[in-house]
């Protein structure tokens, strides 16, 4: 018997290697991949046709999720300007509430005691240290006696009033800042299952579309396989034109007469 050429038995290698991992490794990945194309379980008969929408079905149930989880966190992310606005203006308040105790005091008791009730300070933007000086003061008007008298009478600062004003505007603003630091880890859930799935993309896409154009390609279906073959604008997410144009629809039955 005459040998194969080389150019024969170098296909012959690849082929066997194929089908050996297909044999070997097969009934192994089946479970996986029924899994996959069938989430509710195979049909008893399944025939090739069953196969191919199933593998569109699939990457038709990756996108859905997708899209779920793409809609979810903007939806989480709409509310949060609000919670944002409200912390805004919670921080006001308790500027405002501030201010007007150090104007009062400053006024009327001199620049010494408005330090002495820690209300000499510049106001700053952070919330976290605004907190920080209010708090202090707040504890300062509470345990200092006030033992100066007002130069202007009608301008006569009552410490633990002062307290509970700064107190209550503390409240608000810390109550506004929990809002938002909840929005902000409600926001990196849903955030982190959209990572998720779009890193998911570099497998399932190509898993999916690789197979079909293989499977169009054996079929000789060449314009099919090149309508699916993953290039390097689809692996990246981005569509070829013909991707967004009208889907192609099945061929007419035929005609009985």
Known sequence: MSKVSKMVADRAAIARA???????HGPEAAADLEALLFPKGAPEKVTVADFLAALGETLGRYVA??????????AELADDDGYRAARDERG???????????ELVTRSYGPAVADAYGLGSALP????????????????????????????????????????????????????LQDVEREKREAQLTQNA??????RWGSVYPGVADTLAGLFTLARRPALADRVRPTARRRAGLPEAEDTAAPAQPPAPASDT
Do not use: C, F
């Not at 997708?66 to 979810?72: C, G, K, Q, T």
């Open 125 to 176: 933007e952070d919330p976290q240290h605004l907190l920080g000086l209010a708090g202090q003061a707040e504890k300062l008007l509470r345990e200092r006696p006030l033992t100066e008298q007002p130069k202007i009478k009608s301008l006569t600062l009552s410490p633990i009033a002062a307290a509970d004003d700064l107190a209550v505007a503390m409240a608000a603003l810390r109550s506004a």
């Open 18 to 24: 194929v089908q050996s991992a297909a044999t070997v």
């Open 65 to 74: 999720s997708l899209e779920a989880a793409d809609r979810a966190h903007a």
């Open 194 to 199: 959209k990572d998720e799935l779009m890193t």
């Open 92 to 102: 006001a308040e308790l500027k405002n509430v501030y201010s007007s105790l150090r």
